[in-house]
């Protein structure tokens, strides 16, 4: 009968997670924001015969960090962002063609891996089968991060993928050296589906110096756990995992990491210059801003990292069991490769990306931690309701046990509830404006071929099919510069995300020459400010672009309070 259930009980799990990442494809089927229109354009590009290849600009760090000096698309693809999310999608779109439905199966199969594991991951590691169940239950929709879970993004990749390495390093530092040799191949995997698997390595390599550390240290000559074949074994997984993609980024770019060379993943004081094309992102620039903002920024990476954490992993409510819990385990091995993960997981994310946490970097990453924090968490709220019970003679430990884990979980699932209900509207918005503006396209006759100028062009490619280029986070005058190197045609201006130079344009205080009379708008129903002309301002408006003599779409330009820019 324990085995019968033993067996059930994972399946079940699965399920549950699966069930759970169908109702929230189900309220939004689409992709939803720019990583996950990325992977979804890059995956069908590949679908259709055309490689690594793109015909948008979605961020100018993906060709130096300047207008380059030959503009010119198509552009090969990746050089940010890794490519497990585009090439999973291949097999469903081969099988139902480039669809919404094709794009979100692999992720929702794959990241419900997760609640299973956990549960495995629990009930290996001596937790109680109510902690483990728990656990599992509470992975299967993992809080704030659920909604996340349905995208074609990689998220729902690296969540079982970041569990697995921390997991099988855990194994290895309790004798199994072949555990080992595949959390190098987790890892590699995980770097496949996003760059920051890389301080996912870092956490199993330094499992492997603390277990030589602790050996050599040991009075009683005790024995490494993890022999040197293992390690070998494990970076050669790594790297034969790693070996073709790094080679295709050497040939293609000329370097492992192309968009960190122009220095505006790394090197950028505000966030506004990741789509700058003017702003100074070298080294010198970075340092000029002085102590004081430099060590005030990576402060508030950090924080933000930790906002990020206690809301994603922690579920707000369940932090104070997560330190009880973490606590009890600080000296654990099943748990150490964990801690050594977040360390560096923090650590980075207020020294190096500091800049980018607020804007999902570190959720991303994140999501690994959850799986192991939810355990600590169930843990914790035991070892909290044996307190309460000793304290109130009504009560017994195990009622209190049942109660304290019956909230904890009540509580993720009313996180994971709140927060898509939260995020929906907004994303169901951008969608049915920009499927309006595709509509207006085809309704103008405007040919496949045109090029949009817009904040998100992977967006707009998604639901157009045309291809564009990002709208700089510079001067008007930058931004018609960038339209006449393109070729661009058409404009799409959204308020929802707008670089500021664009924002009298929207409200009609300024109209260049070379930007014509709106062809479609959005009315914008939001909240009001008092300002006639914000409040008079569309959702969403498309104008001609106007870059050579004999165009003749763009009327005679509009000015007002803000200086006009001529072309």
């Known amino acids: 009968m324990l085995r019968c259930l033993a067996v059930r009980i994972p399946f079940t799990l699965f399920g549950l997670a699966l069930v759970v990442r169908a109702i929230v494809f189900g309220l939004h089927p689409d992709a939803a924001y720019p990583d996950s229109y990325y992977y979804v354009d890059v995956a069908r590009a590949l679908q259709s015969g055309h490689g690594f290849n793109i015909d948008f600009i979605w961020s100018f760090v993906d060709v130096g960090g300047r207008i380059p000096v030959d503009p010119i698309l198509p552009i090969p693809s990746n050089a940010h962002w890794m490519p497990l999310a585009a090439i999973i999608q291949l097999p469903t779109m081969w099988l139902l063609g480039p669809t919404p439905l094709a794009s979100a199966i692999p992720f929702a199969i794959v990241g419900s891996l997760a609640a299973p594991m956990t549960w495995l991951l629990a009930r290996e590691i001596g937790c109680s089968p109510r902690i483990a169940l728990a656990a599992g239950i509470a992975v299967a929709a993992p809080a704030a991060a659920t909604i996340f879970m349905a995208q074609p993004d990689n998220l729902a990749l690296y969540q079982p993928l970041g569990t697995a390495a921390l997991w099988l390093t ?6 199994s050296g072949r555990s080992y040799a595949l959390a190098g191949l987790a890892v590699g995997v995980a770097t496949l589906a996003r760059n920051d698997g890389i301080l996912l390595g870092a956490a199993v390599g330094l499992a492997f110096v603390w277990d030589r550390w602790h050996a050599w240290r040991s009075k009683a000559g005790r024995i490494a756990a993890i022999p040197w074949r293992w390690a070998f074994a494990c970076a050669g997984l790594f790297l034969l995992v790693m070996a073709p993609w790094y080679l295709r980024q050497l040939a293609v770019f000329g370097s492992l990491s192309p968009s960190s060379t122009s220095g505006r993943v790394l090197l950028i004081q505000t966030y506004e210059q990741m789509n700058s094309v003017t702003s100074d992102t070298s080294l010198a620039g970075f340092l000029s801003q002085g102590i004081g903002p430099l060590v005030a920024s990576r402060v508030l990476g950090l924080v933000s990292a930790l906002q990020v954490y206690f809301v994603v992993a922690c579920s707000i409510v369940l932090a104070p069991f997560v330190i009880i819990g973490g606590w009890a385990r600080r000296r654990s091995v099943d748990f150490g490769p964990f801690f050594t993960y977040a360390v560096i997981l923090f650590g980075a994310a207020g020294l190096l990306f500091a800049v980018h946490v607020p804007y999902g970097t570190f959720l991303h990453s994140a999501v690994a931690l959850v799986p192991l924090t939810f355990i600590l968490a169930f843990q ?26 019956v909230a904890a979980v009540a509580s993720v699932l009313l996180n994971a509830a709140a927060f898509t209900a939260l995020a929906m509207p907004s994303w169901n918005a ?4 920009r499927i309006a503006a595709a509509q207006a396209l085809d309704r103008a ?14 967006g707009f490619k998604y639901f157009t099919g045309r291809g564009g280029v990002v709208t700089p986070n510079d001067s008007l005058e930058v931004i018609h510069q960038v339209a006449a190197d393109y070729g661009i045609r058409w404009l799409v201006v959204e308020r929802a995300h707008i670089v500021d130079p664009l924002a009298p344009v929207i409200e009609s205080k300024v109209r ?5 009379l709106a062809i479609f708008t959005v009315p914008y129903h939001g909240p009001k400010t008092g300002d006639p002309a914000v409040d008079g301002a569309p959702a969403l408006a498309i104008y001609p672009v106007c870059t050579v003599a004999d165009d003749t779409r763009c009327g005679p330009p509009v000015s007002g309070g803000v200086a006009r820019a001529t072309p």
Not at 170 to 175: I, Q, S, T, V, Y
Not at 445 to 458: E, F, H, I, K, R
């Open 512 to 516: 260049p020459a070379w930007i014509g």
């Open 430 to 433: 951008d969608r049915d404006n």
């Open 380 to 405: 914790g709220a035991v070892q909290a309701s044996a307190w309460v019970a000793r304290h109130r003679p009504a009560w017994t430990e195990e009622g209190a046990a049942r109660l304290f884990l």
């Open 170 to 175: 855990a194994r290895a530092l309790k004798g």
């Open 445 to 458: 006759g405007v040919p496949a071929t045109d090029l949009l100028l817009s904040a998100d062009p992977g």
